[in-house]
């Protein structure tokens, strides 16, 4: 997706809000970002854009003088990322799985803007655990899923995990599939998701349709998860009765049985599922 539709999508006004503990939200335009600031240093999950992040930079400092200690990437997508540059000098690590890393840097040389661009410099296979004063910040990546490289983002002391875009609330998802998407195992990733954390863990969103509801709790990720194999049950039922691509995304505006999730591009979780379902095995 370019940035010109991102743009569209998002509230240009910033907020930024204390959750639990020492974490709190910041949104502007883009990706939802988390972030801990506490006696020993400050720690953000995702950038936006360099204009929000710049906002969010000169919000922490108020909230404290210690250094901005890691600049975490949920995946590589431009809302996410494209703010790191405004963290250069700013910021000791960027973090992120490597598969994040290599999409970035693939997307970054297709556009040629490398240069608008500040990379992450640590990078982890399987789990990663950081620590921030009396915070432990662990890392772990269940497999491809909205991309092959995202990353779930857990604050443990305040019970706290940021799914990037693992979940799209009550909105229609981008199923980035030339970056290594795959929504059969996207439904696997929540599945692990939902039977390691709490029923009072509180769950970051990328996107939601309501712009107030980007946090919730362990029900929203049953739901999407119920979203995703509704999805895929309405479009494999409709291949086998003969419907093409163009005509499910012409006639489709809901996918039954999980009706709450609306809004613009229902068109984009058809043409996925349906290349999915009828790629060679």
Sequence with gaps: MQNRAWADYFDLGYRIKLLRGNVGIFTEQGGTIAWLANKEG??????????PATHLIAELKKKSAMPFKYLINTHHHPDHTSGNIAFKGVVGQVVAHQNALANLQRVSAEKKNEDQQLFPTQVFEDDLELQVGDEIIKLHYFGPAHTNGDSLIHFTKANIVHMGDLVFNRRFPYVDRQSGANIHNWIKVLDKAIRKFE???????????????????????????NYLERLLKFVDFAIKAGKTKEELKSEVSVIPGATEWQGEGIERSILAAYEELTEPK
Excluded: W
Aim: hydrophobic share 40%.
């Design 199 to 225: 029923k009072d863990t509180i769950f970051v969103f990328g996107h939601s349709l309501d712009p107030e509801k980007v946090t919730g709790s362990i029900e929203d990720l049953k739901a999407f998860q």
């Design 42 to 51: 400050i720690a953000v999950v995702d950038s936006e854009f360099p204009t």
